[in-house]
Nanobody, 124 residues
Framework: EVQLQASGGGLVQTGGYLRLSCAASGFTSADYGIGWFRQAPGKEREGVSCIRRSDGETYYSDSAKGRFTISSDNAKNTVYLQMNSLAPEDTAVYYC?????????????????WGVGTLVTVSS
């Protein structure tokens, strides 16, 4: 059974930073991708970033480019999302997700595995 455990959310001031972690377990192969999505109150869920563990291929949404960095510690089966220069519009519940098909994470469609979200609140 695939399980994803997200952590690292919290309250931060504008301009601050947070690092989210997503620990994955249950995959029988090392070739899968992990991504971060977020959903703000009253808004649809949107993709933030994802990484393919086999070769480190990454994707960032326009809102994440230049501010967020995704990385993977394959030995720990953990993916991190370093979020810098946070702004109030980054306030959302952040979810980590995983799929053997990396491009499902890029597209944000038909993703098979989801973790419980972690709340990020950025105060102005």
């Amino acid at each position: 059974e695939v399980q994803l455990q997200a952590s690292g959310g919290g309250l931060v001031q504008t301009g601050g930073y947070l690092r989210l972690s997503c620990a994955a377990s249950g995959f029988t192969s090392a070739d899968y991708g992990i991504g971060w999505f977020r959903q703000a109150p009253g808004k649809e869920r949107e993709g933030v970033s994802c990484i393919r563990r086999s070769d480190g291929e990454t994707y960032y949404s326009d809102s994440a480019k230049g501010r967020f960095t995704i990385s993977s510690d394959n030995a720990k089966n953990t993916v991190y999302l370093q979020m810098n220069s946070l702004a109030p519009e980054d306030t959302a519940v952040y979810y980590c997700a995983a799929d053997a098909n990396y491009f499902r994470l890029v597209a944000g469609r038909d993703v098979n595995y989801w973790g419980v979200g972690t709340l990020v609140t950025v105060s102005s």
